[in-house]
């Protein structure tokens, strides 16, 4: 989906089920990274996109991150390795000939040099002039989990690692720690970086905007910051988030805008990536009621309708919790199954939810997050039958 001029206007030609990345290359196209295949936006106005290239598992394994130089200058990272695609065929290298050893790859960009950097673990690695090589992060305090790799739109390359963000290259061979604020926030998770120094990074809730001349903390209670499933920032400061109940556009400074799923029709259900190419769009469309339909299912066991069982409607039911898989969520529904079997929700806002249920006095989560993507306004959706067989 495009934003521009106050207008969303959805492309066609790309990949409609489990979207891993975006990612703006130097000349302004947009890359999109699919399940195994990597499309392209030749320009911003275009009408839909084209496929570039497949990276059978054979040829590179699983592809989780992927960095664009030009159609025939591609890099992929994921769990087999590190993989180059020159325009007619792949190259592969294990982890272990990258130092990686059995470590998972927690992303991968190249800098302006041409130098390749991957974040494992707890390590980060560096292809320069042919050769792979292990950074000394030994003066680097508590570089304990990589959390990714981003490249700066001067070319910079930095990395994030628990509570330490890493200036990597290009430059000196030492990596270097950069302050970033933020007072009592003990572990960052995701990390976006915007024009002329300006640097984005979350924990679980709080969220840190630094630029060269000041910081700003946004607080969980401060902006729509459930379930957060993308970050980007754009030339004019302004972050971008995208998550499990909409998008909300934070600065400058205490500016802020939230489209709650349902509110806004084209972005309904689950954002798990944003894109910014430049300033962003200057034109924001503005927010109508939240439209809402029904959902509603059938719980079954051998067969036959089970009755009175406790079922919890939400975006993302938790594994982890201490009272219900949805009790922390601002949006929630409980109910109970009728005599039917059957439990119906009424007035949910248009999105993508997952279901718990309590059998036996046990919380069970049957589904993740995928109820409701094809819900309509003022519809009851029926997402059929559940087995509670074991």
Partial sequence: MRLDQGKFTPLADGPDKLIKNLHVAGDGSLWVLGFETIYKLPTLDAAGFKEIVRGDFRETGTIDDFFVIADDDLWVAGFGGVSHWDGKEWTREEKAAIGAGDDTIDGLAVDRDGKVWVASSNRIHVKDKGAWSTLDLSKIKDPLFMEGVERAADGTVYA??????????????????????????????????????????????????????????????????????????????????GGEIGVVILGPGDAKVEWRSGAVPELSGEVVGVAVAGAGPAELPATGPVQTGGLKGKLLRGGQPVAGVEVELCPSPSMLFSKSPCADSSVKFTGKTDDKGEWTFAAVPLGAYGIALKSEGKWRITMGSDLGVDMRPGEVFDVGSVSLDK
């Fill in 160 to 241: 994030l690692a628990s509570a330490t963000l890493i200036r990597l290259g290009p430059g000196p061979a030492d990596a270097a720690a950069v302050k970033l604020g933020g007072g009592s926030i003990p572990s960052y998770s995701d990390l976006a970086l915007g024009a002329g120094g300006t640097i984005a990074a979350r924990n679980l809730f709080d969220l840190v905007l630094s630029t060269p001349t000041s910081t700003k903390v946004w607080r969980k209670k401060d902006y729509m910051s459930e379930g957060v499933r993308a970050l980007a920032v754009d030339a004019g400061g302004r972050v971008w988030v």
